[in-house]
């Protein structure tokens, strides 16, 4: 926890604060740590007060072209503006840690397909 939550005003991360007071804390996880994941899996238990690991907002900062040189690139294999590919969100916390996911996958439709520029989500992509 203490990788990505910081005091609104400063200081150290203290546990026990953040237990009783997680509105004093913001999760800096979208700028620090998606930007460099190709996939992120989420299984946090997420409480109504504590910050979100990616908000609605974060999501399209992801999707922003980065400068990344040191990524091959090859013909067939382009490098992509930004390197997050897939985000799973395995504690099933509808508008929770992961903001975007609004409802719960099944066995039958495991996958939700999530367009952060329109804030939109459909089970299966389309022509």
Known sequence: MEDHLVRKN?????????????????????????????????GIYYAPNDPRL???PNCK????????????SSPGCPRLPHRLLALCDISADPGGAMEFMQS??????????????????KERYCL
């Open 10 to 42: 400063g200081g150290p991360f203290n546990f026990q604060e953040f237990q009783a007071h997680p509105e004093r804390y913001a999760s800096n996880f979208s700028r620090l740590i998606a930007p460099y994941a190709s996939v992120i899996i989420n």
């Open 54 to 56: 990616i908000s609605i």
């Open 61 to 72: 900062e992801l999707l922003q072209p980065s400068n990344m040189p040191w990524l091959p």
């Open 104 to 121: 719960c996958t099944t066995i039958d439709h495991p996958f939700i397909l999530y367009d952060a520029e329109s804030n939109t989500s």
